[in-house]
C-alpha cells in the first residue's frame, strides 16, 4: 500500500541552524501538507501547497518557513533559523485531489532544538 | 471559530466496554469530519469520516454520529480492545480543495484488559 515516508526520523539541532525536513508524498497526490505537533499538544497546520506554490498557510508559517517540491517526489520544509520553540514533530501529508478530502500522513520527524 | 473542541481529554475503559469521544466545532462551513488514531511515535492514521448530509456512519466497531443542528460529532467504539488504546484527534475541514485540517486536542484512550 502507498504511504506518505519521511527523513529522517528525528533531528536534533543547534538554535539558529537551518534545517531541511524531507517528505516523499504518495505518488498521485496532488496537495501536500505540513503540520506540526508540539509534545502532548493537538496537531497544527503549517501550510498547504499544489501546483507548485502554496495555497494556504499558518500564522506559525512565519518568514523563518519555507516549503519546495524540488523534483517530482519529493516535499520540503526548511527552518531557516531554528528556535527552541521550533521543537516538535513535523507530520508531511498529502491527498489526491479535489474529488477527496482524505488525507495520508507520514510518520513524521521529531526535530529537537538546544 | 475555528476551532474543534474535544472531550474529554483521556478515558479509561474496561476491555469490551464503549469508548465515547465527543467533538464540538463552530465553523458551519465545515464539510468534512474524520476521527485519526495515533499510536506513540507514529503519524495519524485515519479512522473513519463523515459528511454532515448523514446523521451516523459505522465501519466495524467504530461509529461516528452527527449533530449538525448541535454543531457535535462524536466517535464510538463498541467492543474498545487493548489494541485500541491511542490517542484520538477529531478534526474538520472544508471545501475539496487544499481543505486544510483543523484538529481537536485529542483524546488519549486506555483500554484495560
Known amino acids: 500500500e502507498p504511504e506518505v515516508t519521511q527523513t529522517p526520523s528525528h533531528q536534533v539541532t543547534q538554535m539558529g541552524q537551518e534545517v531541511i525536513l524531507r517528505c516523499v508524498p504518495i505518488s498521485n497526490h496532488l496537495y501536500f501538507y505540513w503540520y506540526r505537533q508540539i509534545l502532548g499538544q493537538k496537531v497544527e497546520f503549517l501550510v498547504s501547497f499544489y501546483n507548485n506554490e502554496i495555497s494556504e498557510k499558518s500564522e506559525i508559517f512565519d518568514d523563518q518557513f519555507s516549503v519546495e517540491r524540488p523534483d517530482g517526489s519529493n516535499f520540503t520544509l526548511k527552518i531557516r533559523s531554528t528556535k527552541l520553540e521550533d521543537s516538535a514533530m513535523y507530520f508531511c501529508?498529502?491527498?489526491?485531489?479535489?474529488?477527496?478530502?482524505?488525507?495520508?500522513f507520514g510518520p513524521g520527524t521529531r526535530l529537537t532544538v538546544l | 471559530q475555528q476551532q474543534v473542541k474535544q472531550s474529554p481529554q483521556s478515558l479509561i475503559v474496561q476491555k469490551g466496554g464503549i469508548s465515547i469521544i465527543n467533538c464540538a466545532y463552530e465553523?458551519?462551513?465545515?464539510?468534512?469530519f474524520p476521527w485519526y488514531q495515533q499510536f506513540p511515535g507514529k503519524g495519524p492514521a485515519l479512522l473513519i469520516a463523515?459528511?454532515?448530509?448523514?446523521s451516523e456512519k459505522k465501519e466495524g466497531r467504530f461509529t461516528i454520529s452527527f449533530n449538525k443542528s448541535a454543531k457535535q460529532f462524536s466517535l464510538h467504539i463498541m467492543d474498545s480492545q487493548p489494541g485500541d488504546s491511542a490517542t484520538y484527534f477529531c478534526a474538520a475541514s472544508q471545501g475539496s480543495g487544499y481543505s486544510t485540517l483543523t484538529f481537536g486536542k485529542g483524546t488519549m484512550l486506555l483500554v484495560s484488559p
Open positions: 463523515i459528511r454532515p448530509d448523514v
Open positions: 501529508a498529502s491527498k489526491t485531489g479535489t474529488g477527496s478530502n482524505e488525507q495520508f
Open positions: 465553523n458551519t462551513a465545515f464539510d468534512y
